[in-house]
């Protein structure tokens, strides 16, 4: 049925396949490859979508006064993957009494450097800061959480923080 000389056939087949595809892999990346080009790539600019920079500058005061610790509750399921509030550290240190409380204060906690270089203590203002971007607050922060968009969904998250301090 098969001799050696199909099998050869059949292998040289596959094999010279598989080497046009590698060559053709390297040569297309050699063709588009951004950092090839040097300096020749440019920057196409768009118009801004309309996030909330430059947008109204928003009074965190009255969307505090305003914050509901059941809604907080449940957006602090998203944190409560790394974050306990007992009062014993998980992932991340605990967030009990943290609203007030000195940044990266938790003693038995291993803070990054990041973190333990910022000066000041958590109040409502600098917690909605660093929910808002972490590591924009934070940079070099080991903390992974994207964030939360939303003033009201912070403003909640802060509240229900103030809500379960012992």
Sequence with gaps: MFDTMTLTKIAAGVFGAWLVLLLGKWAGEEIYHADAHGEASYVIEVADAGGDEGGEEIDFAAVMAEADADSGSKV??????????????????????????????????????ALSSVDGSWTPE?????????KGY?????????????????????????????
Excluded: W
């Design 126 to 134: 600098e917690l909605s800061a660093f929910l808002t971007s972490p």
């Design 76 to 113: 602090f399921r998203k944190c409560a993957a790394c974050h306990k509030v007992d009062g014993s550290n998980a992932v991340g240190p605990h967030l009990d009494g943290v609203v007030g409380r000195d940044i990266a204060a938790v003693g038995d906690f291993g803070y990054s450097g």
């Design 138 to 166: 934070a940079p070099g922060t080991t903390m992974g959480f994207a964030g939360l968009r939303k003033v009201e969904d912070r403003a909640d998250v802060i509240a229900y923080l103030q809500s379960v301090s012992n």
